[in-house]
């Protein structure tokens, strides 16, 4: 299945599905322009592919996200206004790292007041 992602005014508005085999072209390739213009027929508008596993376009399209032409990516909302975009990945990373000593117990989560991670240590019972 290919995943195809409806861009408008560079925001992902809807994600839907073509299957594979009705993109197939004279030759029994797949061809991205073949699933766009299904896209447009069905539902008009304009489309991009989208990797579901991120293998190309760097992320996967979600609802929200920004398509960003120039990167040829798809750039989801920026986690906290402090946080930078790591070009090669396309998502938002703080440049603070997680403190050291963090279990997958933790909840750690993002202050931005403060410019830090707060770690909630909890006990496994």
């Known amino acids: 299945m290919a995943h195809f992602a409806k861009i408008e ?3 992902v508005t809807d994600i839907t599905v073509i299957d594979n085999k009705d993109m ?5 390739a797949e061809s991205e322009d073949i699933g766009i ?11 991009v592919q989208t990797s579901y596993n991120g293998s190309f376009r760097k992320n996967y399209a979600g609802m929200g996200d920004t398509y960003d ?17 790591n070009e090669s990945t396309c ?3 703080t440049t603070v790292p997680i403190p ?3 279990t997958e117990n933790d909840f750690v989560e993002w202050n931005e007041d403060t410019l830090s991670w707060v770690v909630t240590k909890y006990e496994t019972v």
């Open 9 to 11: 005014d560079n925001l």
């Open 24 to 28: 197939l072209d004279e030759y029994g």
């Open 37 to 47: 213009q299904l896209c447009i027929g069905f539902f008009g508008g304009d489309w």
């Open 69 to 85: 032409a120039a990167r040829d990516a798809f750039i989801p909302p920026r986690n906290h206004p402090s946080w930078v975009l």
């Open 91 to 93: 998502q938002w990373e």
């Open 100 to 102: 050291d000593g963090t």
